[in-house]
C-alpha cells in the first residue's frame, strides 16, 4: 500500500507530461488532430483508473500548466474543458462503487457506478464544454456565414464558372450553424468513450484496475432519463437563435450515446448468429447514410437500462472478466 501511494504523485506528474505532448502533435499534426486530442485524455484516465483521483487530479493540474506556459492560458482552458476534466471525472465515476445490499442485493457483494450512468454523465460534459467554447469564441451565424462565404470563394477562384444558387447558398448557411456543433459533440463524446474503453482494458490488463472489466455489448446502454434530454434537444432546434445551436449540441452529444448502445445492443443480439461479422460490418458501413445511422440511434433509443457490474466485497480480490451483471 505504501509503495502505491509512493508512485501516485509521479504517475500523475507523468501523465500530465504525456497528454500535453500529445495535445502539442495534435496542434502540429493536423490530419490527425482528432485523434491525437482524445488520445491525450488516455494517460489521464489511465493514472485515474489505476491509481485513482490524486493522480489524475495531479495530471490534470501537470497537462494544464504546461499547455498554458507552452501554447496560452486560453488554449489551456479550453483543452483542460473539453478534455482533461472529463477523462477525470470518467475515471472517478468509473471507481466509485458501493455495498451490493444497499440496492437490495448481497452483503458479500459490491456494486460499481453502471456504465450507462457513466456514459450519460460523458454527454453532458461535452455538451457543457461545447457551449462554452462556442460562447467564448463568439460562434455562430456571422462566424459560420464567412466560413461558408470563404469556401464558396475559393471554390469560385478554381472554378470561375461555377454558377452558386442564391437560395442553396442561404439553405447551407442556416443548416451550418446547427450541423456544426452537432457532429463536433457527437464525435467527441465517441473518441473520449473510445479513450475511456481502451484505458479500462489496459489497466485490467496491468492488474492495477479496481473496476471489473465488463461485457460492453451488454453493458453499454443509456440511462433511460437521457431520452428526456434528448427529446429536449431535438425541440430546442426549433426555437431558432442561440436555443436551437444549444438544442443541436445536445443532439449531437447525446444521439452519440444512443448511437453507441444502439451499437451495443447490436453486438449483443448478434453473439453466436452465423449472419454476426457480415451484420456487423455492412450495419458500420450503412451507418455512412443519415437514415440508418438513425436507425441504429432508434434502437439505441428503445434499449435503455442501468447494468451494475457486481464484485466480491474483499478487498484483495481481484476483478475477474466473469464478475456478473445485474439490471435496475
Not at 60 to 76: D, E, I, K, R, Y
Request: proline share 5%.
Amino acid at each position: 500500500m505504501t509503495r502505491k501511494t509512493n508512485t501516485v504523485l509521479p504517475t500523475g506528474i507523468l501523465a500530465g507530461i504525456i497528454a500535453t505532448l500529445l495535445v502539442l502533435g495534435a496542434s502540429a499534426q493536423l490530419s490527425f488532430a482528432s485523434v491525437l486530442y482524445a488520445a491525450s485524455a488516455l494517460p489521464i484516465l489511465i493514472a485515474g483508473l489505476g491509481w485513482g483521483n490524486r493522480a489524475a487530479i495531479a495530471g490534470v493540474l501537470t497537462a494544464s500548466l504546461l499547455c498554458a506556459l507552452l501554447v496560452s492560458p486560453f488554449f489551456a482552458l479550453a483543452t483542460v474543458f473539453i478534455t482533461f476534466i472529463p477523462a477525470a471525472w470518467l475515471s472517478h465515476l468509473a471507481n466509485l462503487a458501493r455495498p451490493a445490499s444497499e440496492l437490495g442485493g448481497p452483503d458479500t457483494l459490491m456494486a460499481w457506478y453502471p456504465i450507462s450512468d457513466i456514459l450519460m454523465h460523458l454527454c453532458g460534459l461535452v455538451t457543457l464544454a461545447v457551449i462554452a467554447l462556442g460562447v467564448v469564441i463568439g460562434y455562430g451565424p456571422d462566424l459560420t456565414n464567412q466560413m461558408v462565404d470563404a469556401m464558396t470563394g475559393a471554390m469560385q477562384q478554381q472554378e470561375p464558372s461555377l454558377a452558386l444558387n442564391p437560395d442553396g447558398l442561404a439553405q447551407t448557411k442556416s443548416m451550418l450553424v446547427l450541423m456544426l456543433p452537432m457532429v463536433q459533440g457527437g464525435i467527441w463524446v465517441m473518441l473520449l468513450f473510445a479513450a475511456f474503453y481502451v484505458a479500462m482494458r489496459l489497466v485490467s490488463r496491468s492488474g492495477r484496475a479496481l473496476r471489473p472489466r465488463e461485457d460492453m455489448p451488454s453493458a453499454l446502454r443509456m440511462n433511460r432519463f437521457a431520452i428526456f434530454v434528448f427529446l429536449a434537444g431535438i425541440l430546442l432546434c426549433f426555437a431558432g437563435g442561440v436555443p436551437a445551436m444549444v438544442g443541436a449540441t445536445v443532439c449531437g452529444t447525446f444521439g452519440a450515446g444512443f448511437l453507441m448502445s444502439g451499437f451495443a445492443a447490436l453486438h449483443f443480439r448478434s453473439q453466436g448468429k452465423d449472419w454476426r461479422l457480415p451484420g456487423l460490418i455492412l450495419s458500420y458501413l450503412s451507418c455512412l447514410l443519415v437514415l440508418p445511422m438513425a436507425a441504429v440511434v432508434v434502437l439505441g433509443l428503445l434499449d435503455t437500462r442501468r447494468t451494475i457490474a457486481l464484485t466480491p466485497a474483499k478487498s484483495d480480490t481481484k476483478p475477474t472478466e466473469n464478475d456478473t451483471n445485474t439490471d435496475t
